[in-house]
């Protein structure tokens, strides 16, 4: 593997999980594939989960890991070619980009949507430049379309919860007080509709995805007939896609906020979420403290599904 930005870089998604499965298993089996290479996190936005597993990962393969908060010490960066640099940011992305290339093996890039320029943000504009420009292998921290480290946590998580064979999956949109990208879903529709599931995408009027990753999904904008029988639910705020409204949010209807109402005809699901949650916008207090709730599991595989990427990465495989 060259670089990992989405589902499709796993080649095989089943031998994939396996072999994440091998490595929880026994992560320290790897230990010395990345001795004497460095591994440098590069974070344009905030971070728990990603910025402690990521490293956790880099470490368990023997890696010397560099974390840089473009945000906090570093020049700010002008991230357009042909602007005169009159302004406050000091040095281009251009230049900051090779350069970071010199001091490492692998880089790790998070780098949300900005909601200015919609081809900005779907292009990948800023991602595309590290795999361009820095000459190292590139891995996807979160960007602007996608966050395929946290759908392959998800589905590793799936695959060690499910009960049957081919487990309903429902992805539901909830409320959230400011507009977030649409990264996250996007990236676990991408994964569902490569693994073996029944996925269901429920959203109010006007939160329809992008088609390239809904692709083949059902979408019901029903809630609570889009729950019946799940077996799975994956709940996420994002704001709207479409246009004129990319970017913007259009509803802030708490009968969305998954609770026991929604979770009652489900087939006894378990819950999941990325997080961070807001609890009482995104979900209950009870539903995400009950024993169906899969938000610390999935957390937990972030180490996991980051050290399989990595590990690759290092490998070239
Ligand atoms: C981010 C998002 O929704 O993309 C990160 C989730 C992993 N969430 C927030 O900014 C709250
Ligand atoms: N789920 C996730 O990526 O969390 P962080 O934003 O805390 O890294």
Known sequence: MKSYTNVKDLGNLQAAVQEALEIKKNRYAYKHIGENKTL???????????????????????????????????????????????????????????????????????????????QFDYQETILNQFIQYSGKPVFSMEAATGHPLQAFADLITIEEYKKTARPKVVLTWAPHPRALPQAVPNSFADFMNEANVDFVITHPEGYELDERFVRNATVEYDQMKAFEGADFIYAKNWAAYKDPNYGKILSSDRSWTVSNRQMAVTNNAYFMHCLPVRRNMIVTDDIIESPQSLVIPEAANREISAQTVIKRLLQNT
Request: aromatic share 8%; hydrophobic share 40%; with cysteine.
């Open 40 to 118: 440098l996190m590069v974070f344009f936005n905030s971070s728990l989960r990603t910025r402690l597993s990521t490293q956790k990962a880099g470490m368990n393969l023997g890696m010397n890991t560099i974390v840089l908060d473009v945000n906090q010490g570093a020049w700010k960066l002008e991230t357009e070619r042909g602007v005169i640099m009159d302004g406050d940011k000091p040095e281009h992305i251009l230049e900051a980009i090779p350069v970071m290339g010199c001091y490492c093996d692998i880089i790790g890039v998070r780098s949300f949507a900005r909601f200015e320029d919609k």
